[in-house]
């Protein structure tokens, strides 16, 4: 089992950042690709941005690219996603995701969400 932990949402007004922090326990972290998400309200889930186990690859769903950066930091087994021109449209509730899977297989454990609101 692996526990995740989100923390950093808050509100901000457009234009202005946050970054987000999941701070995970359990197994050995370096062996997890690790994924943001998020959910607005009366949507479904979306994919934000993804990292492999080493920081390597990044992965972004288009709407977020040049805005978002996903990182890790794997001695504190802690992913961050820092977000810059925020956007009413990225109000959302923020989850972190992690999996042991293939590519393309989904992801097995998840965070509580964090809120992120941004005012225009």
């Known amino acids: 089992q692996v526990q995740l932990v989100e923390s950093g949402g808050g509100l901000v007004q457009a234009g202005g950042s946050l970054r987000l922090s999941c701070a995970a326990s359990?197994?050995?972290?370096?062996?997890?690709?690790m994924a943001w998400f998020r959910q607005a309200p009366g949507k479904e889930r979306e994919f934000v941005a993804a990292?492999?186990?080493?920081?390597?690859?990044?992965y972004y769903t288009d709407s977020v690219k040049g805005r978002f950066t996903v990182s890790r930091d794997n001695a504190k087994n802690t992913v961050y996603l820092q977000m810059n021109s925020l956007r009413p449209e990225d109000t959302a509730v923020y989850y972190c995701?992690?999996?042991?899977?293939?590519?393309?297989?989904?992801?097995?454990?998840w965070g509580q969400g964090t809120q992120v609101t941004v005012s225009s």
């Open positions: 359990g197994r050995t972290f370096i062996n997890y690709r």
């Open positions: 995701a992690a999996t042991a899977r293939p590519l393309g297989r989904g992801y097995e454990y």
């Open positions: 990292i492999s186990w080493s920081g390597g690859s990044t």
